[in-house]
């Protein structure tokens, strides 16, 4: 049976030619990312065959243990895009400062920040993990680049998505024209669309948060979380189910399958920090996938893509998936 689903290349070239919405050098600097992608798939599903699991004995620049396949998907993602003159620099949750393409390849326009492998506290025990990454346009204006560049609110990308290595590797990328899903055909070694213009149903009945953090939560976390707990005989008059994989790519895939509120909110475990996930390559980029379904993102006072940074590896409050859940828990916090 001849599969007339398209390729990932095809998407691409028909998001270029035929709606005009990215230009060539996007197009291939997204199928390098995608490449790179493939081959740390490869490279987790070999798992303890490969010498790949387990701690690297070494720390990041957030403090956290690195597992060798944290190095490998980096490094894999460095490799595959520095030579090919589509990028200026880029940034990973893996490096402290930001990574300059050397001067011996040629320089190309866009920046490209990822965390390589997230979630990988579940590395170890081969639950579903991925890769996100999200892409700016350098400031035009000055030679070269500098930290600051990166420094771009969210609604300033042009280009985001992630690879979730789970059971199928998929690939979800938007480019402000909708959110596409590809499937990647290990016969022949390439990504297929399986699904495009997804949406994401505007309520649920499923939420997704770390419930240990109960007691540390802001009131209108705990008030909406209450609610949603109460069930048909609360003030929400409908049952809810809970999920957390501790891995945000594998519940922002399953919110973008089937619907659902993912949260991970300021707490005052450590209350100068404004949450635990980063801004630049988790929040912004997921946030751009779940509005471009139809969703919402704010970290419980704001649109997430309106955040303005003010450092690389800042750290966000995160609420996103179904609009008129997390409208909801916003509203909340507007109350309080
Ligand atoms: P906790 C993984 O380490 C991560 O950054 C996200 O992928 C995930 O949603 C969250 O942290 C899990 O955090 O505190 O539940 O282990």
Known sequence: MVDHRIS?????????????????????????????????????????????MGSAGTENVQGEVQKKLDIIANETLIEANEWGGHLAAMASEEMEGIYVVPNRYPQGEYLLMFDPLDGSSNIDVNVSIGTIFSVLKKP???????????????NCQVAAGYCIYGPQTTLVLTVGDGVAM?????????????????????????????????????????????????????????????RWIASMVADVHRILCRGGIFMYPWDKREPRKPGKLRLMYEANPMGWLVEQAG??????????LDIQPTQ?????????????????VTGYHAEA
């Not at 240990?212 to 049952?239: F, M, Q, T």
Request: aromatic share 6%; net charge neutral.
């Open 8 to 52: 990932l290349t095809r998407y691409l070239v028909e998001q270029q030619r035929v709606h005009g919405h990215i230009p060539s050098e996007l197009r291939l600097l997204l199928e390098v990312v995608a490449r790179a992608c493939k081959r740390i798939s490869f490279a987790v599903n070999k798992g303890e065959l490969g010498d790949v």
């Open 140 to 154: 035009e204006g000055h030679p070269g680049v500098h930290d600051n560049d990166f420094l771009q609110p969210g």
């Open 182 to 242: 590809f499937t990647l055909d290990r016969e022949q070694g390439s990504f297929v669309l399986t699904r495009e213009n997804v949406r994401i149903p505007e309520d649920t009945k499923e939420f997704a948060i770390n419930m240990s953090n109960v007691r540390h939560w802001d009131a209108p976390v705990k008030r909406y979380i209450d609610e949603c707990l109460a069930g048909e005989d609360g003030p929400r008059g409908k049952n809810f189910n809970m």
């Open 295 to 304: 969703g919402a993102a704010t970290n419980g006072r704001q649109r997430i």
């Open 312 to 328: 690389l590896h800042e750290r966000v409050s995160v609420i996103l998936g179904s609009k008129n859940e997390v409208e909801r």
